[in-house]
């Protein structure tokens, strides 16, 4: 079966720092973008960043660039996510994502993982 695990979450001062981890039970990890959604109370899921196959391009949401970077090692099927600078409006529900390609969309993805939980205080 495909899982994808997401740790890393937790509670955090404003303008902290947190690396979430996403271990990826897929065989055939390389040949899937990854990314990163997260999911507010009562907002839809909305795009962080992804990341392509082969590590060199990384895309970012305009509230997020800047301060996240995601990173991916084929080697361990881990993908990454440092968040600095986080702020208030970051804390969210926070899933891994699989997909064929490189989306910007939740309808895209293949694969979700189970959600790890950001909070930022004031």
């Known amino acids: 079966q495909v899982q994808l695990v997401d740790t890393g979450g937790g509670l955090v001062q404003a303008g902290g720092s947190l690396r979430l981890s996403c271990a990826a039970s897929l065989r055939t990890f390389s040949i899937y973008a990854m990314g990163w959604f997260r999911q507010a109370p009562g907002k839809e899921r909305e795009f962080v960043a992804a990341?392509?196959?082969?590590?060199?391009?990384?895309y970012y949401a305009d509230s997020v660039k800047g301060r996240f970077t995601i990173s991916r090692d084929n080697a361990k099927n881990t993908v990454y996510l440092q968040m600095n600078s986080l702020k208030p409006e970051d804390t969210a529900v926070y899933y891994c994502?699989?997909?064929?390609?490189?989306?910007?969309?939740?309808?895209?993805?293949?694969?979700w993982g189970q959600g790890t939980q950001v909070t930022v205080s004031s």
């Open positions: 990341i392509n196959r082969s590590g060199d391009n990384a």
């Open positions: 994502a699989a997909a064929i390609v490189v989306v910007t969309k939740p309808s895209g993805v293949n694969y």
